[in-house]
């Protein structure tokens, strides 16, 4: 059975920090790239950063310089580490994976990737 377990969300300040996690099962993860996905209430998901099987690394323009994504110490995991957060940061953060992304492609596409987390909420407060 295929999971990806999210955990980290929470309540914080602007500029605070907050360390999302994603373990996953089930898979051949080395195979696959890792990442997020978020939605706001009212918005469209929209990516915001994913590992690649080999390594490179993706990042949208509205978390560059803030946001690292990296492979956990623990065995098939990946985490984000979100600093100097935004109340626009504030959505329900989707963990996902990609068989597409092997090597250093990196997919960026909702429909490319296979599995999906259930989400876990990261709300920021001004």
């Known amino acids: 059975e295929v999971q990806l377990q999210a955990s980290g969300g929470g309540l914080v300040q602007a500029g605070g920090s907050l360390r999302l996690s994603c373990a996953a099962s089930?898979?051949?993860?080395?195979?696959?790239?890792i990442g997020w996905f978020r939605q706001a209430p009212g918005k469209e998901r929209e990516g915001v950063s994913f590992?690649?099987?080999?390594?490179?690394?993706y990042y949208a323009d509205s978390v560059k310089g803030r946001f690292t994504i990296s492979s956990g110490n623990a065995k098939n995991t990946v985490n984000l580490q979100m600093n100097s957060l935004k109340p626009e940061d504030t959505a329900v953060y989707y963990c996902?994976?990609?068989?597409?992304?092997?090597?250093?492609?990196?997919?960026?596409?909702?429909?490319?990737?296979?599995?999906w987390g259930q989400g876990t909420q990261v709300t920021v407060s001004s």
């Open positions: 996902v994976a990609s068989r597409a992304g092997w090597g250093n492609y990196i997919p960026l596409e909702k429909l490319e990737y296979d599995y």
């Open positions: 590992i690649s099987s080999y390594g490179s690394t």
């Open positions: 089930g898979f051949p993860f080395d195979d696959y790239a």
